[in-house]
């Protein structure tokens, strides 16, 4: 998969050389690429932004260099067409599903953004020729888009083929599509069996697959029911019924 970023801090990027993500880049799983938004500018100061329109407070990213900036990055391969992910606040809400269904694109270029955001007419723009999408990651605020695109990017990175060790490991994850996809993954335990007096459940010993996995189910439920009652609503107790059934 090949990413672009483009930012008037490409600094604030250099985490996706480190761990996980930085691992599949030096394995050729993933081509990251950094631009930095400020040499597509013309002026003595690199000028990215302006005042609004119709005034108000901040200042709003010009379209000018981020039009130069995406004509460069997509004419390095003319005969491919990226998906544009467009970090802002008031986008779709970035989901599990939607990086699974990021996971499966060969090319994503993200336009992270400062102050108020970018002038309107890019996303039009674009959008007309490319699939971009306007993507919030909670509902909050930042100052600007890197660490979305860090978030984005990380989460998508893991589910590449290859990338992590053991590919059944996201398949168990909180969100992961499939039939537990409504429910937050229940707490998990390693070696030592005791520590500063506290053991693990019993049932994680008994070597019962199948019990082990109803536990793991009903751990899933309560933590969910706890943090995420919202989650429940959308939960298939039936289908949990007929799992149970066929261990
Ligand atoms: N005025 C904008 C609003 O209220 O929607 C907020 C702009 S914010 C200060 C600057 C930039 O940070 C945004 O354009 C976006 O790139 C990024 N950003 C901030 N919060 C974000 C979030 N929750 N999800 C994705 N991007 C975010």
Redesign the pocket.
């Known amino acids: 998969m090949r990413i672009d970023v483009v930012t008037i801090f490409p600094e604030y990027l250099a985490p996706l050389n480190v761990s996980l993500v930085g691992k599949a880049a030096a394995r050729g799983l993933l081509d990251v690429r950094i631009h930095d938004l400020r040499s597509w500018t013309h002026d003595r100061h690199n000028t990215v932004d302006d005042t609004p329109y119709g005034g108000g407070p901040g200042m709003v990213m010009k379209p000018e260099p981020w039009g130069e900036a995406l004509d460069s990055v997509l004419a390095s391969d003319p005969g491919r067409r990226p998906v544009v992910v467009v ?5 779709k809400p970035f989901t599990q599903e939607l990086a699974v269904e990021l996971s499966a694109k060969p090319w994503l270029v993200f336009t ?7 002038d309107r007419r890019v996303v039009e723009e674009y959008g007309e020729r490319l699939d971009v999408r306007e ?4 509902d ?6 890197e660490a ?1 695109v860090l978030v984005m990017v990380e989460a998508v990175a893991r589910l590449l083929p290859g990338v992590l060790g053991n590919a059944a490991s996201h398949q168990d994850d909180s969100f992961a599509p499939g039939p537990m996809a409504a429910l937050l993954e229940g707490p998990v335990y390693t070696k030592p069996p005791e520590w500063r007096g506290r053991g693990i459940p019993e049932v994680l010993l008994s070597g019962h697959h199948g019990k082990v996995a109803r536990w793991r189910r009903d751990e899933a439920l309560r933590r969910t029911s706890l943090n995420r009652p919202d989650l429940i609503a959308g939960a298939d107790p039936a289908s949990y019924d007929r799992k149970d059934r066929e261990m």
Request: charged share 10%; hydrophobic share 30%; proline share 17%.
């Open positions: 970090p802002t606040p008031s986008g992270p953004a400062r102050y108020e955001g970018i993507v919030s990651i909670g909050y605020v930042l100052a600007g888009g979305p």
